[in-house]
């Protein structure tokens, strides 16, 4: 149930709603704002949080941005501190917290993605007469591995020739192979890649859509450098104009895949004896990837198959299952999506969910259907916006209001306790538990404490999720920071969740703790932490 709640006299820092300088703040009179009801007798509380969160976000790095927060009792919902919660702003990479609950309630934890090999040819001794079909369901964790055990799962069976062509199904989708808006300067970074329910990962990070580029210097200056794909394919080609240079010397090399091919660039200089440079790049069409990596496959077990690979084609009905793979199970693979923040497995799910709820492997259907379980959640989404399912999308606007909502509405949901232990740990060092936080909030006591979603985009900023404070009350949080210049507003963030987890909430007298000095110097300060590789930060 929905209601205005009201604040008086609170002061905020103007002109030109500019609240976040170092500016004397002015008083206003009463303000009203339509605001998820909480359990009767509970309402916004002055527990000391006021004035403590209020001095983080007064930062000089937020002059001139915006800032939505909200933190509320985990088991009565009663709003501890508000700041613009209503305001509707990017929120990055906390948009998979919308897309992860809905996965959990409309998929189920117990649900698997299959890739299947089937034909409606007739068997003529170790012969296989007619087309063969690999038909992919959305799977974004397929390996080259999985790809292979098809291909000798098929020649176990006796089959060493088939006739026809090899066929890849990916029609469980659309063709629409990119978000809205995404940026195309994205196009070859690996967490931009292509959405096909056909694809290859070519790591347990289960980046899929992507091929790791290898590049080591030569062994004298003049020669070219050395590069090596992983995993190993032709449907990818090398265009190798870098140099190796002395010892010393700038490594300036670069990797990047063209525009609308598959021929992967690899320029400038790297210098002897430099380590290597390392890049996930996205491919050109990764249905076509998953058909060479399994035709390769085929031909490494002694199955023949003539021409090569068509794509697009949907299986004929009644054809018969030759071999199949299953993914993990959804609430395992909620770990790797959650806690290294994966673009992709949030977009694949947003088109299974579409699929399975409305039979259209769309970005519509899927949008519509998690609008859907957001609105049984409580969350008000008349005042939200989502247009993809990862939030690399900057059209995406949340208030921090609605995603307090949802992170208190789910706690009594029966998968709540696999969706909770996705989420990253700060200071867990340990990465398939940390994170994106795993390097956050050490030495503090919100260290293996608390838990949250990330986002990261140029300009925006957001953490949410839960913390327990020094009296044991656990607390629900969400920080939205954007249209700041600054290269990074961590700091704040985590100045924001430390003093809710070092203080009393009940007893008052809170005391902010300063954020640590911006890190202006570091480029990739607006990235995730998982999305910075080779660095496992």
Same mark, same amino acid.
């Given at each position: 149930?929905?209601?205005?709640?009201?604040?008086?006299?609170?002061?905020?820092?103007?002109?030109?709603?500019?609240?976040?300088?170092?500016?004397?703040?002015?008083?206003?009179?009463?303000?009203?704002?339509?605001?998820?009801?909480?359990?009767?007798?509970?309402?916004?509380?002055?527990?000391?949080?006021?004035?403590?969160?209020?001095?983080?976000?007064?930062?000089?790095?937020?002059?001139?941005?915006?800032?939505?927060?909200?933190?509320?009792?985990?088991?009565?919902?009663?709003?501890?501190?508000?700041?613009?919660?209503?305001?509707?702003?990017?929120?990055?990479?906390?948009?998979?917290?919308?897309?992860?609950?809905?996965?959990?309630?409309?998929?189920?934890?117990?649900?698997?993605?299959?890739?299947?090999?089937?034909?409606?040819?007739?068997?003529?001794?170790?012969?296989?007469?007619?087309?063969?079909?690999?038909?992919?369901?959305?799977?974004?964790?397929?390996? =080259?591995?999985?790809? *292979?055990? !098809? /291909? &000798?799962?098929?020649?176990?069976?006796?089959?060493?020739?088939?006739? @026809? #062509?090899?066929?890849?199904?990916?029609?469980?989708?659309?063709?629409?192979?990119?978000?809205?808006?995404?940026?195309?300067?994205?196009?070859?970074?690996?967490?931009?890649?292509?959405?096909?329910?056909?694809?290859?990962?070519?790591?347990?990070?289960?980046?899929?859509?992507?091929?790791?580029?290898?590049?080591?210097?030569?062994?004298?200056?003049?020669?070219?450098?050395?590069?090596?794909?992983?995993?190993?394919?032709?449907?990818?080609?090398?265009?190798?104009?870098?140099?190796?240079?002395?010892?010393?010397?700038?490594?300036?090399?670069?990797?990047?895949?063209?525009?609308?091919?598959?021929?992967?660039?690899?320029?400038?200089?790297?210098?002897?004896?430099?380590?290597?440079?390392?890049?996930?790049?996205?491919?050109?069409?990764?249905?076509?990837?998953?058909? =060479?990596?399994?035709? *390769?496959? !085929? /031909? &490494?077990?002694?199955?023949?198959?003539?021409?090569?690979?068509?794509? @697009? #084609?949907?299986?004929?009905?009644?054809?018969?299952?030759?071999?199949?793979?299953?993914?993990?199970?959804?609430?395992?693979?909620?770990?790797?999506?959650?806690?290294?923040?994966?673009?992709?497995?949030?977009?694949?799910?947003?088109?299974?969910?579409?699929?399975?709820?409305?039979?259209?492997?769309?970005?519509?259907?899927?949008?519509?259907?998690?609008?859907?379980?957001?609105?049984?959640?409580?969350?008000?989404?008349?005042?939200?916006?989502?247009?993809?399912?990862?939030?690399?999308?900057?059209?995406?606007?949340?208030?921090?209001?609605?995603?307090?909502?949802?992170?208190?509405?789910?706690?009594?949901?029966?998968?709540?306790?696999?969706?909770?232990?996705?989420?990253?740990?700060?200071?867990?060092?340990?990465?398939?538990?940390?994170?994106?936080?795993?390097?956050?909030?050490?030495?503090?006591?919100? /260290?293996?404490?608390?838990?949250?979603?990330?986002?990261?985009?140029?300009?925006?900023?957001?953490?949410?999720?839960?913390?327990?404070?020094?009296?044991?009350?656990?607390?629900?949080?969400?920080?939205?920071?954007?249209?700041?210049?600054?290269?990074?507003?961590?700091?704040?963030?985590?100045?924001?969740?430390?003093?809710?987890?070092?203080?009393?909430?009940?007893?008052?007298?809170?005391?902010?703790?300063?954020?640590?000095?911006?890190?202006?110097?570091?480029?990739?300060?607006?990235?995730?932490?998982?999305?910075?590789?080779?660095?496992?930060?």
């Amino acid at each position: 149930m929905s209601r205005p709640v009201c604040a008086t006299s609170r002061p905020v820092n103007r002109p030109n709603r500019r609240p976040r300088g170092w500016i004397l703040p002015v008083v206003i009179g009463l303000a009203c704002t339509l605001t998820w009801s909480a359990p009767a007798g509970a309402g916004p509380s002055d527990t000391g949080l006021k004035g403590a969160i209020d001095k983080i976000l007064a930062d000089a790095r937020m002059d001139g941005g915006a800032a939505s927060v909200v933190v509320a009792d985990a088991t009565t919902g009663e709003r501890l501190y508000q700041r613009d919660g209503a305001d509707r702003l990017m929120p990055a990479s906390n948009t998979k917290l919308a897309t992860s609950v809905a996965a959990m309630a409309l998929l189920g934890p117990d649900y698997r993605y299959r890739t299947d090999v089937l034909s409606t040819g007739r068997r003529l001794g170790s012969t296989l007469l007619g087309d063969l079909y690999l038909r992919g369901s959305g799977d974004p964790t397929t390996l =080259a591995k999985d790809y *292979d055990r !098809l /291909a &000798a799962d098929l020649a176990a069976s006796g089959v060493t020739r088939v006739t @026809g #062509r090899l066929v890849a199904d990916d029609t469980r989708f659309d063709t629409q192979r990119l978000g809205r808006s995404w940026a195309a300067d994205d196009e070859s970074s690996y967490y931009s890649a292509q959405i096909s329910p056909l694809t290859v990962a070519p790591d347990t990070d289960y980046d899929s859509g992507t091929v790791v580029v290898e590049a080591l210097p030569g062994a004298a200056p003049g020669d070219k450098p050395r590069v090596k794909v992983t995993p190993p394919t032709d449907y990818v080609r090398l265009d190798i104009s870098g140099t190796t240079v002395p010892a010393g010397q700038p490594d300036t090399l670069a990797v990047e895949r063209q525009h609308g091919t598959n021929t992967i660039s690899v320029s400038g200089n790297i210098p002897v004896g430099a380590s290597s440079t390392k890049e996930w790049v996205t491919v050109w069409e990764p249905t076509g990837y998953a058909a =060479a990596v399994f035709s *390769d496959a !085929l /031909a &490494a077990h002694g199955v023949r198959i003539a021409g090569s690979p068509r794509l @697009g #084609r949907p299986t004929p009905p009644g054809a018969k299952l030759l071999a199949s793979h299953s993914s993990m199970p959804l609430r395992e693979l909620m770990l790797p999506f959650m806690k290294l923040s994966n673009n992709m497995h949030a977009e694949a799910l947003t088109k299974t969910i579409g699929y399975e709820t409305a039979g259209h492997g769309t970005w519509a259907a899927g949008l519509s259907a998690i609008s859907g379980h957001l609105q049984k959640e409580g969350v008000r989404t008349s005042t939200i916006r989502q247009a993809d399912g990862s939030g690399l999308t900057r059209m995406n606007l949340f208030p921090a209001e609605q995603l307090a909502t949802l992170l208190l509405s789910v706690r009594d949901a029966p998968w709540y306790a696999d969706w909770y232990a996705s989420l990253p740990v700060a200071c867990n060092t340990d990465r398939a538990i940390g994170g994106t936080l795993r390097s956050r909030m050490c030495g503090t006591p919100a /260290a293996l404490n608390a838990r949250g979603k990330t986002g990261s985009l140029t300009g925006a900023s957001a953490l949410s999720g839960y913390v327990t404070d020094a009296g044991g009350r656990e607390l629900v949080y969400s920080v939205v920071l954007n249209n700041y210049l600054a290269s990074s507003v961590k700091s704040i963030e985590d100045a924001i969740v430390v003093t809710l987890a070092k203080s009393d909430t009940g007893a008052g007298a809170i005391a902010a703790v300063p954020p640590r000095a911006p890190r202006s110097a570091d480029p990739a300060a607006d990235l995730e932490c998982s999305w910075q590789k080779p660095k496992f930060c």
